[in-house]
């Protein structure tokens, strides 16, 4: 469950920013920036407790070497976009406070970074889904990956 808050804390943080951008509402962009900021503080442990895991399972039979690469390239894009989510967002919270006409130029940077970050948290989570479960891709060479390597090692 952990290893969600980044991803749902980005959604809520981004929706609440949209709203408050769209109703013109100081207070309810402000939120949302302080949500995107805290969902993102996150990404640290996680990204370290997936660094953890995959020593534990890389070795197990049936996960997928490819599968945990492209997890792992996914993971470091949607970790630095995040990072980068909640910069922007801490800069629009500065600019409210003391230089507002800069606050609506960096609305757009929060709304554009963040839909950035959250789309590569999806993808990422779903490639990690997909390493503990490559029955969920049809057709892929995960699957014949593992194939073979069950194979290999029914013949020894």
Known sequence: ???????????IGIAVFVFG???????????????????????????WSGEQTEELIENQQGISESLMHE????AETAFKLTLLSAAVALAYLAAAKWKPDFSKPISFAVIAIGSASIAFLVIASHKGGLIKHPELIDGSTANTEINNRHEEQEED
Do not use: D, R
């Open 21 to 47: 951008f769209f109703s013109s509402s100081e207070i309810v962009k402000k939120t949302g920036a302080w949500v995107i900021l805290i969902s993102a503080i996150f990404v640290w442990p996680v990204s």
């Open 1 to 11: 469950m952990f290893n969600h808050l980044p991803s749902i804390g980005q959604v």
């Open 71 to 74: 997890h792992e390239e996914s």
